[in-house]
């Protein structure tokens, strides 16, 4: 890579071309910096319930306490996290590292069989989980190594009498909560009154321990673990810190809406983490699909600062009463997880006066790698710049540097990639060169000013609202249903979600139905990687060893009249 690094002399001024690495020596270094700084200041909001940082310090300090004194939990344990956006994730992934341990974020709309993948997969020993999705984790945890459950309700930190009344709606009213037991199970609220009967001893945590497992899907079908080290998560938290300092931030009083879940490391870092060291307010969203309701918080909340995906924003300029919100506050909107598209972008900033700007990033780079200076008048169309410490370079198919311009294989090398893939070494090697250059699957140019664009996806991944869909896994599935001779999965064009998941069938029983399909899809697909479109066929596109052509389905135009809704 040329030694210049054009992408300097567009950085917003005031922006560092690198940071200070040794300035925390983990993540608790950076929240007890925030505590100190900030400990009566508000922390974490979620249904009208605030937590300052002083009480996030207690209650994490309190679960830590619990997983060492009372399980007998051993430093680097796995401890796996299945919740949506409330008040008991902070406090659960603060309580986990606190104590030496490694958080597993768990997507919650898992199905009992990808599930028990993760939790076999991360070696977890326990599992927390909310009870919307006990009857899942019920039926996922035999024969993995959990051995102990912390159950809560989604109420269960908003206080009284707010707390039991949403868990009752949510159980009686909206039938959200199916019936459940988990033998041995504990409450997490019990967990926490448990921890206080021990001390916290001092635990030695450093850089290079993993903090995350954060699981991300693989060409080869399998979800794999990228091991995020308190070093990558430092790193990140410094980057993006500086990135946006530059957008005249104030210390101890922004206001971040998360709609994005905690469990997704986009969320994660660039709210949870990054807001937590400038002592901002994380404002949880735990439904940000009821839309309506969604807009009526937000018309109560004084937010300076946004993140999402595109559909995340299409949806909320689509949602009658979005238009009618007091932006007078927002200084920041951010974008990642997907392209934004510009007719997204653009009606956002005719609505909100505020650039949607796009970042880029990936589980594997914890995950900020390029973010577009947050001064931009109007969206480019880019994923913007390399951040500080940050390299990047396009390669082409032999591994060498193409020329401005031209279109290669986007490669970062920095200290926020992943130490690797959990106890998968093959993987790891086929995208962490010998050099440390993470190699992206994404091709992508590079303008004379240092501006990153993507052109395309090298994998035959299929991106749904920001979340990977890999063919194999989807193709496995369907597959191992009676009647199915062959199937090849793909991603095609949707207004909605960005990229939906279509579907080639050849059928070995020709009553096989695309509702059969589809209803075996549901009951062991997550709903975004559930087929949308299924076309049956005679026969599929092959090489001549007979590998199914994939791209030659993606690039046949979509036949209405063929397709199954």
Known sequence: MSQDRPWFSSYPQGVPHTVDLEEFHSILSVLDNAIDHYRDRPAFSNFGKVLTYGEIDTLSRQFAAYLLGELQLKKGDRVSIMMPNCLQYPIAIFGVLRAGLTVVNVNPMYTPRELKHQLIDSGSCVLLVVDNFGITASEAIKDTQVRHVITTGLGDMVGFPKGPIINFVLKYIKKLVPDYSIRGAVRFKQALALGQRHAL???????????????????????????????????????????????????????????????????????????????????????????????????????????????LFNGLLNTPGFSEIDFSTLKMTLGGGMAV?????????????????????????????????????EYNGAIGLPISSTDACLKDEDGNLVATGEVGELCIKGPQVMKGYWQRPEETAKVLDADGWLHTGDMAKMDERGFFYIVDRKKDMILVSGFNVYPNEIEDVIAGMDGILEVAAVGVPDERSGESVKVFVVRKDPNVTADQIKAYCRENLTGYKQPRHIEFRNELPKTNVGKILRKELRNEPMEPAATAH
């Open 341 to 377: 598209q510009r007719a997204v972008a653009d009606k956002w900033k005719k609505v909100t006066g505020v650039t949607l700007v796009e970042a880029y990033g990936l589980t594997e780079t914890s995950p900020a790698a390029c973010i577009n200076p947050m001064d931009l008048k």
């Open 201 to 311: 001893p001092d635990v030695d945590i450093e850089l290079d321990d993993i903090a995350f497992l954060q699981y991300t899907g693989g060409t080869t079908g399998v979800a794999k673990g990228a091991m995020l080290t308190h070093r990558n998560l430092v790193a990140n938290m410094q980057q993006a810190g500086e990135w946006l300092a530059a957008n005249d931030l104030k210390l101890g009083h922004e206001i971040i809406i998360t709609a994005l879940p905690l469990y997704h490391i986009f969320a994660l870092t660039a709210n949870c983490l990054v807001f937590m060291k400038l002592g901002g307010l994380n404002y949880l969203i735990s439904n940000p699909r009821d839309m309506p309701g969604f807009v009526k918080e937000l018309k109560s909340i004084p937010f300076t600062a946004i993140t999402g995906v595109n559909t």
